[in-house]
Structure formats: structure tokens, C-alpha cells
């Protein structure tokens, strides 16, 4: 790591004061409150005949599903899991669960399905209840999630609501195994002569706070990782959520905050069966989301669940349980097959060669290796090459939904309830709507442009992780079925692209 930020004068001091974290989450924290005052009860306007009259008027709606799911999305590109360091929610489940009932959470739980199954959930009320266009659906949505830190915080230890409901961290766990910024420690030989392990160890420690001539100590307990991680064995970003607890508790100063190049650490760790299927349902989504714009792909894509829903007589919620169904699993699968296919014919050619002689200890111990050849682990060495891909189609949604939607922001500060601005835009018309930041000539050619970078990252990654990783007779199926894999979708995007942005 070229430049560690902990050690920039000013900036590091502010990185490693814990008071600064907590006055950014408790602030945050003040603004989810709003945002859930504002949106509560608050679900049209009478008398105005749109249904949706509020979706981007009210600070509910819009703080949540425009300027927070979007821009974490930019967070995450350049930051990693930055944003969790910040989150109000992440750090309220932590302080609750030290007072709480501090049980282990269960080993069935500790995987990424249950933030699978609410991520199918929240795109089956997406789809059933729309709820991401009233202001109260939302409202009921983010005070939902309280109560879940709550519960989740007094029943079990360390931040099990991040593990179990939240699919933000999942998603922003993915981009940061490819974003280019890292916590590490600054030299092994410092921790591995460490007896203390401060870092983790959950111990009474004796704090000091100094003003001017003022000192004032004080015993307290020191919190650990509120993921269980160790800073020295860290070796991606994937689980560290940033919170600088081990930062403030190191007392060698032996981590380091800052960046290091792109897809650095891509394939240092495979993707378990729990995090290929979350990835599976993301790849789904996230197609599924761009093909709104598409009309005849969109036509496509749900013509199945929409005849089925037909064939059965089901009316609005049986056709948004099957969309989910079709959206989240049965589509990505069909996009992956041939990719699949093609990596899997590798294990047939395999079995008729003789066996490799010569691999080092770290080639077999390594998570891609040919023995793995179960078709969830080959899903989950083939998915590694789309989180690029797929960073890049979410980046472009929210860099669509910004421009267009981000000059509503002084609307929505100046009336949080949205009630008048969009009585003033719409009725009387004393306001012009708000345009879109960026002309259409540069935001198509940047969207272009991002995406031609994400589909190149993907094949620069899938070169990376084969050599990184295969043996050599494995490199050139592992590449060309990543080719193959990544490109199907990423034709997909760009004909959905250029129709939704150049041909209008
Ligand atoms: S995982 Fe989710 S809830 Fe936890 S800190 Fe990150 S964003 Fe917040
Ligand atoms: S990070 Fe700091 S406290 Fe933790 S083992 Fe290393 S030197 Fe010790
Ligand atoms: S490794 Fe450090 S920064 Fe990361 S989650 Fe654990 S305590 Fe927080």
C-alpha cells in the first residue's frame, strides 16, 4: 500500500478518532429517523389522480431507493465496504447486542442464505407493492429494519443483523473483493510478536482523552471485530465492514488504510455455495432491473412467468411470486448454462488425462482447484469474472437514476413531505421539474463507455484468476467459458443500452 491514509496528517487523526464515527452514524442515524417521520402515513395525495405522485418528491422514497441505493453503489466502486463504517444500522445492532442476550448465531445461519431469501423477499414487495414508489411502504420498510437491529442485537452477539437481513452488505461485500482500497495490517512481524492482540481481544483497556492541557483517563471495555475477523489474517475485503475497530484498539498503530490496484486480490477466495447463489440471484436482478428499459427484451424475459401466471388463473400476487422466482434463480441459471457447460466439459477431458505431476502444496490448496467439480463450485469459479461486469450494469442505474432524478434533492429538502413540491410542479405549475444533470450526448457515451470497461475487467479478471489459480491444461477452459459467460449478458446490456440511450 503506497500511502497509507491513517498516516495523512489531520485526515488520519479524524480516521482513527472514534468519535468521529460515531457522530457521522449517530447523524445518519437522525436522518433514517426523518426519513421514516416523513414517509409514515404518507402514501398519495388526494385528489391527484397519479397513483405515485410522491416517489421522488418525498424524503422517504427518494433518500432510499435514489440517493442511498445509488450511491452506495459509487461508494463501493472506489471504497469497498466503506459505507458500512458510516452505517447507523450496522453500528446500532452492535452496541445492542453487548447488552443483549450475546448468543451465537447458528451455524445453519452463518452463510449468505438468509440474505438470499431477503433479497427475494424485497424484490417480491418491489414487484407485488411497488413499495420503492410510496412514501409509507418505505417508511414501514427502513422502521422494519430498526426493529430487526433491535431484536437481532438482543438475542445474538456481534452484528448479526448485517449477516442476516441486510443485502446492501452482501452486494457491497462482492465489489470490494475488486475495488481498489484496503484495511491491512502494516507489518506481520509487528503482530506476529504481539502478545496483547488488542485488535480483537474484548478486554477492559484504560482510554485517554485529551483537551488542550486536559487529560482524562478512564477504564472501559474495548469492543473486538464485530465480525470476528483478525486484521493480520485478512486477505480480501469481502468480510471487513471498515468499522476501525481494531484500528483505535491497536495500540502498535500497525494498520494501514489506502488503496491498491483493481482486482488486486480477485481470486484469493472463491466463492462458497451460499455466495455463488447470492451472486446468482444479483446477476438475475440486476438483468432483470436493466431490461426495464427494453421493452421487446423485457417482452422476452417474462414471457414465461406471465403465460404460466395466465395457464394457473393467478392475478397480481401469484404473477409476482412467479416473476420472482423466474427473476431471482431460473433466469441467471439459463444465462450461465452454456458458460457452465463449457468449463464443466474441462472435468470429462480431465478424467481422461493422466494426473498432474508438480503442484505445489499452494496450487492444492488453493479454492479453484480440479477436484472442486461439483456444478455449485464450478458456478461459483465461473461467477468470479462477472463482479466487474456486474459492478459496472449497477453503476450505470445509478448513475441513469442520479442524473435524471438528482436535481430533486432542494425539492426534497425544502419540503421533506414532497405534498408541495409536487402539487407546485404538477398542478399549478409554479415550479419547473427539475432536468437532468448531464445531457443525454455524454451520459449515453459515459454509460457506454463504463460498461465497455466492466465486460473488459471481467476478461482481464478471468485471465487473472486462471493464472492465478488453475493449472495450465485448466487456464484455457476456465477463460474461454468465462468468455462465453460474461458475454452473454453483457450483449444483453449493451443492446438494452443502446436502445434505451441512442435510439429514442
Ligand atoms: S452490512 Fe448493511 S447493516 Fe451492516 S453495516 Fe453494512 S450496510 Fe450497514
Ligand atoms: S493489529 Fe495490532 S494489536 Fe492486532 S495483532 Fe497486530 S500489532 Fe497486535
Ligand atoms: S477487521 Fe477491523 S475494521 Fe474490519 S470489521 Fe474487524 S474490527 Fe472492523
Request: glycine letters at 6%.
Amino acid at each position: 500500500m503506497k500511502i497509507d491514509l491513517l498516516q495523512i496528517k489531520g485526515l488520519g487523526a479524524l480516521l482513527k478518532s472514534p468519535w468521529f464515527w460515531r457522530l457521522c452514524r449517530i447523524f445518519l442515524l437522525a436522518i433514517l429517523l426523518l426519513m421514516i417521520g416523513y414517509g409514515w402515513h404518507q402514501h398519495a395525495i388526494p385528489g391527484v389522480a397519479a397513483a405515485d405522485p410522491l416517489m421522488y418528491t418525498n424524503l422517504a422514497t427518494y433518500g432510499l431507493w435514489v440517493l442511498w441505493l445509488m450511491g452506495v453503489v459509487f461508494v463501493a466502486l472506489l471504497f469497498g465496504r466503506l459505507w458500512c463504517a458510516f452505517c447507523p444500522l450496522g453500528w446500532l445492532n452492535g452496541i445492542i447486542s453487548r447488552s443483549g442476550l450475546k448468543r451465537t448465531l447458528p451455524g445453519w445461519l452463518q452463510n449468505q442464505y438468509p440474505v438470499t431469501l431477503t433479497l427475494i423477499v424485497l424484490q417480491l414487495a418491489v414487484y407485488w407493492l411497488s413499495i420503492h414508489r410510496f412514501p409509507d411502504y418505505s417508511a414501514v420498510l427502513m422502521a422494519t429494519a430498526i426493529g430487526l437491529v433491535i431484536s437481532s442485537g438482543l438475542l445474538f452477539r456481534q452484528r448479526a443483523f448485517c449477516s442476516l437481513f441486510c443485502p446492501a452488505g452482501a452486494v457491497m461485500a462482492l465489489y470490494a473483493r475488486i475495488a481498489p482500497f484496503q484495511l491491512r495490517v502494516g507489518q506481520q512481524a509487528v503482530c506476529d510478536s504481539c502478545d496483547s492482540r488488542q485488535c480483537v481481544s474484548e478486554e477492559p483497556s484504560w482510554r485517554r482523552f485529551e483537551w488542550g492541557r486536559g487529560i482524562l483517563f478512564w477504564n472501559s471495555l474495548r469492543p473486538g471485530c464485530p465480525i470476528d475477523l483478525h486484521p493480520q489474517q485478512l486477505t480480501d475485503d469481502a468480510g471487513c465492514t471498515l468499522c476501525m475497530q481494531c484500528v483505535d484498539n491497536c495500540a502498535h498503530h500497525n494498520l494501514q488504510l489506502g488503496f491498491r490496484p483493481w482486482l488486486a486480490e480477485l481470486g484469493q477466495k472463491g466463492l462458497n455455495r451460499s455466495e455463488t447463489l447470492f451472486v446468482v440471484v444479483l446477476l438475475g436482478m440486476l438483468t432483470a432491473s436493466f431490461s426495464k428499459v427494453n421493452i421487446s427484451l423485457r417482452e422476452v424475459l417474462f414471457w414465461l412467468p406471465q403465460q404460466a401466471a395466465v395457464a394457473l388463473g393467478w392475478q397480481t400476487p401469484g404473477y409476482a411470486l412467479l416473476a420472482a422466482i423466474w427473476v431471482t434463480l431460473i433466469l441467471p441459471l439459463l444465462l450461465l448454462l452454456p458458460g457452465l457447460i463449457l468449463f464443466k466439459l474441462r472435468h470429462l477431458r480431465e478424467s481422461t488425462l493422466p494426473a498432474k505431476t508438480g503442484t505445489t502444496d499452494l496450487e492444492n490448496s488453493l479454492p479453484l482447484k480440479p477436484s472442486s467439480d461439483s456444478s455449485w463450485t464450478a458456478l461459483g469459479q465461473l461467477l468470479l469474472p462477472f463482479i466487474p461486469l456486474l459492478l459496472t450494469v449497477h453503476l450505470i442505474l445509478a448513475l441513469v437514476k442520479l442524473n435524471t432524478k438528482g436535481a430533486y434533492l432542494p425539492l426534497v429538502l425544502q419540503d421533506p413531505t414532497g405534498v408541495q413540491s409536487y402539487l407546485a410542479m404538477q398542478i399549478t405549475q409554479t415550479v419547473a421539474q427539475p432536468t437532468a444533470l448531464l445531457p443525454l450526448e455524454i451520459l449515453k457515451w459515459l454509460a457506454l463507455a463504463i460498461l465497455l470497461f466492466g465486460y473488459l475487467f471481467s476478461l482481464l479478471a478471468a485471465r487473472k484468476i486462471a493464472n492465478r489459480l488453475l493449472s495450465d491444461r485448466a487456464v484455457q477452459f476456465y477463460f474461454w467459458a468465462s468468455v462465453v459467460g460474461v458475454s452473454i449478458p453483457a450483449v444483453l446490456y449493451t443492446d438494452t443500452l443502446i436502445r434505451w440511450l441512442f435510439v429514442r
